[in-house]
T-cell receptor
Framework: GEDVEQSLFLSVREGDSSVINCTYT??????LYWYKQEPGAGLQLLTY?????DMKQDQRLTVLLNKKDKHLSLRIADTQTGDSAIYFC???????????FGTGTQLKVEL | DVKVTQSSRYLVKRTGEKVFLECVQD?????MFWYRQDPGLGLRLIYF???????EKGDIPEGYSVSREKKERFSLILESASTNQTSMYLC????????????FGPGTRLTVT
């Protein structure tokens, strides 16, 4: 299958911005997603971006998509301790309803 | 709110036992999925179903089977549990239309001894 890659860990100070990066491989992906997993819970959709967009902003979240480099990023402004979680990027394979998830990035927010 | 429930949060089974993991969703979603989550490997798709009695293999189906007799319920079966199946198992469901958001259950942490 296709690989979606992320770095495993990121540590930031409270109030700083966090940037989580992802590279994907399926150029036909219609949607790309960011999911959040809090400790002891399942995944929850944070945001998604349609493949014909370059950027999407939603309150503290900014998603950037570079289709040429197959690179997706999630920026969290003013990171809070409640943002500590694992963040997964995902792509819709062939534009359909089957998703391929990345390895996940553990975000730790320090005081 | 969409709700996806899984039958157990924690499960301990012995090698060779048959194990059933149940998942129920209450939003009439067409699609249902079973993943396993392992550190450093992310989520890997085991099986998915896009309709009652329909199933398709995911990326790692070996050692697993599934059953979908009713639209709201999707079961994962380990015919003969092995220690390398110790993992977190996550169920998800989605509608069959874009953006295909998947809703997840809380997960079942299975330990096979």
């Amino acid at each position: 299958g296709e690989d979606v890659e992320q770095s495993l860990f990121l540590s930031v100070r409270e109030g700083d911005s966090s940037v989580i990066n992802c590279t994907y491989t399926d150029s036909s992906s219609t949607y790309l997603y960011w999911y959040k997993q809090e400790p002891g819970a399942g995944l929850q959709l944070l945001t998604y971006i349609f493949s014909n967009m370059d950027m999407k902003q939603d309150q503290r979240l900014t998603v950037l998509l570079n289709k040429k480099d197959k690179h997706l990023s999630l920026r969290i402004a003013d990171t809070q301790t409640g943002d500590s979680a694992i963040y997964f990027c995902a792509e819709s394979m062939g534009g359909g309803n089957k998703l391929t998830f990345g390895t996940g990035t553990q975000l730790k927010v320090e005081l | 709110d969409v709700k996806v429930t899984q039958s157990s949060r924690y499960l301990v089974k012995r090698t060779g036992e048959k194990v059933f993991l149940e998942c129920v969703q209450d939003m009439d979603h067409e699609n249902m999925f079973w993943y396993r989550q392992d550190p450093g490997l992310g989520l890997r798709l085991i099986y998915f179903s896009y309709d009652v009695k329909m199933k398709e293999k995911g990326d790692i189906p070996e050692g697993y089977s599934v059953s979908r007799e009713k639209k709201e319920r999707f079961s994962l079966i380990l015919e003969s549990a092995s220690t390398n199946q110790t993992s977190m198992y996550l169920c998800a469901s989605s509608q069959n239309r874009s953006p295909y958001e998947q809703y997840f259950g809380p997960g079942t942490r299975l330990t096979v001894t």
